[in-house]
């Protein structure tokens, strides 16, 4: 009989859905015989959406922890009632915020049910974010940081699993030929000149048209996501160098396939599969970043593959600097070897085999950064 795998996630930028979809697609490819349930967490716990309304969840973080502790008892009452009707064999949670109630729900459920959170970040924000001390909860985590963070909350080393990345979807993994030369004729670009990929996630920001203004002479692929709004106002911008504005795709790794260096937010994600294709990053840090976003910027400088910019105004020669020495940042960037979705997929195997047999199991990715 088929094991059931449940994967829990909330649509909180997108981010925990995608890293979801990406575990169940690679399960699926690999042949493994779960069943695999993604579970939004809303739907159990806020099905009328009121919870959603007063927080705006991530949007609010101290105002979300303090509606999740006043009411713990609650989502604690309504998790167990949820446990008992599903009655899953291993728990993994996408999610920050919620993992004392997961856990400790799940726990006095169905003891015995490993419980397993895969942090999205690449640090852990504290307190009451993604690392919650005295839990048995299994950490897995995609950054030496976050391993640290981790064991200096107290988690044993037997619940501390580290990976080499954060989780990206399978289709980053994928070879295909692509005649770039081709295909950036294709949006109008000149194959023989830099291309920067200018990315702020799946709704876009407007400071990609500050960014388009201060780099008219610089060849862009910008991807606005669902904004139709900002893709009409970037298509009317007068520029030397074609402005390649493409609206929504979910072939975001073809449009990284033809760039040669990314622009765009410090976020786990946009970052990661930056990284994952191979361009160099030119990010920001600045006071209005979000509190679980603001080490990533850090995680670029101590790897070197990239430059961190203090606002978009400085734009312009962080720019001509990357032109300046792409080989030496893509070199650098071969350096880094992100195999995390096979290895959760490892991890999750290992943890449903321990809670079968006693003999301890113990997974080491052959690929984690060797500092973890």
Known sequence: MAKSVDLVYYNAGGGHHAAALALQEVIRLQGRR??????????????????????????EPRLLQGMVRLGHAWMLRTLQQHWLGTEPELVVSLVPHFNRVLCESLGSTL??????????????????????????????CGTPHAV????????????????????????????AEVDRTAALKALGLNPARPTALVM??????????????????????????HNDALADRLRVLPTQARHAVVAFTPDVCRCMDLADFFIGKAGPGCLSEAVQMGLPILTFE?????AHERYNV?????????????????????TLEMIGHL??????????????????ADILASLMRSACDPAPHRFIPTTALAAA
């Open 286 to 290: 600045n006071s209005r970043a979000l």
């Open 111 to 140: 003891p015995g049910v490993p419980f397993a959170t895969v942090l999205t970040d690449m640090a852990d924000p504290p307190p009451h974010c993604w690392i919650e001390p005295g839990l048995r909860q299994h950490l897995v």
């Open 298 to 318: 850090d995680w670029v400088r101590e790897h070197r593959i990239g430059l961190v910019l203090k606002s978009v105004r400085s734009i312009r020669p962080g």
């Open 200 to 225: 702020f996630g799946g709704r876009g920001s407007t400071q990609m048209l500050a960014i388009a203004k201060a780099l008219p002479d610089v060849q862009l692929i910008l991807l606005c996501g």
């Open 34 to 59: 779960w069943r695999v349930r993604l579970i939004d967490l809303m739907e159990v716990l806020d099905p009328k959406g009121r919870l959603h309304k007063l927080t705006g969840l991530a949007q």
């Open 327 to 344: 080989p030496e940042f893509q070199a650098r960037m071969r350096l880094i070897d992100n195999r995390a979705v096979f290895e959760v």
């Open 148 to 175: 640290a963070q981790a064991r200096g909350a107290g988690c044993p080393d037997h619940r501390v699993w580290p990976t080499s990345g954060m989780v990206l979807r399978p289709s980053f993994y994928r070879t």
